[in-house]
């Protein structure tokens, strides 16, 4: 119930296409769903968050689809370009031990 | 500038040697976390501090030790009861109750000879 559910492992887009890294979830308890971005040798930073009172929050080129009722929580990529070539982490709070629950990652590799 | 500083950038570990990998912060945060990292996948939890003086294992504390004396400040052993230690380590920070939101060094890539 603690998992969150990272899908694909790995994906390849051209440039200017729209990749989808979706998320889902079984613990309701979930409040809050940040998504990371980590460049390779780097540490991961906070890219954007939503929460599950919204369906749909966009910063940018960066949007997060949210569906309640199925659980799951997607970022979609507009006008996707080389230097957004990185990995992806979704993750969910878990407030009974003060940790953050990590997704598994996916490696996107965006072609010029 | 704010930030969360690692070092060294790189440490190379002999057999049976401890290390100690550092980790600061200014960022005034209560809470704070270390991460191992394996090629191609995704971040493991070794051990988090909410408060000075006080810190809970993660889900892989084994081989590792650590100590949160002051604040800013939260180091992280190696010791040589951990066969595989080869991992990029990152540490992190937040405030208490905001997980969510962690702020990352830049990590520590650790190398055994």
């Known amino acids: 119930q603690q998992q969150v559910k990272q899908s694909p492992q790995s994906l390849i887009v051209q440039k200017g296409g729209i990749p989808i890294i979706n998320c889902a979830y079984e613990?309701?308890?979930?409040?809050?769903f940040p998504w990371y971005q980590q460049f390779p040798g780097k540490g991961p930073a906070l890219l954007i968050a939503?929460?599950?009172d919204v369906s749909e929050k966009k910063e940018g080129r960066f949007t997060i689809s949210f569906n309640k009722s199925a659980k799951q929580f997607s970022l979609h990529i507009m006008d996707s370009q080389p230097g957004d070539s990185a990995t992806y982490f979704c993750?969910?709070?878990?407030?009974?031990?003060?940790?953050?629950?990590w997704g598994a990652g996916t490696k996107l590799i965006i072609k010029p | 500038d704010g930030g969360i500083t690692q070092s060294p950038k790189y440490l190379f570990r002999k057999e049976g040697q401890n290390v100690t990998l550092s980790c600061e912060q200014n960022?005034?945060?209560?809470?704070m976390y270390w991460y191992r990292q394996d090629p191609g996948q995704g971040l493991r939890l070794i051990y988090y501090?909410?408060?000075?003086?006080?810190?809970q294992k993660g889900d892989i504390a084994e081989g590792y030790s650590v100590s949160r004396e002051k604040k800013e400040s939260f180091p992280l052993t190696v010791t040589s009861a951990q066969k595989n230690p080869t991992a990029f380590y990152l540490c992190?920070?937040?405030?208490?109750?905001?997980?969510?939101?962690?702020?990352f060094g830049p990590g520590t890539r650790l190398l055994v000879l």
């Open positions: 992190a920070s937040s405030i208490v109750g905001q997980q969510e939101t962690q702020y």
């Open positions: 960022l005034n945060h209560d809470a």
């Open positions: 501090s909410q408060i000075v003086n006080d810190f």
């Open positions: 613990n309701t308890a979930f409040d809050y």
């Open positions: 939503i929460r599950p």
């Open positions: 993750a969910a709070p878990s407030h009974s031990n003060y940790q953050l629950i």
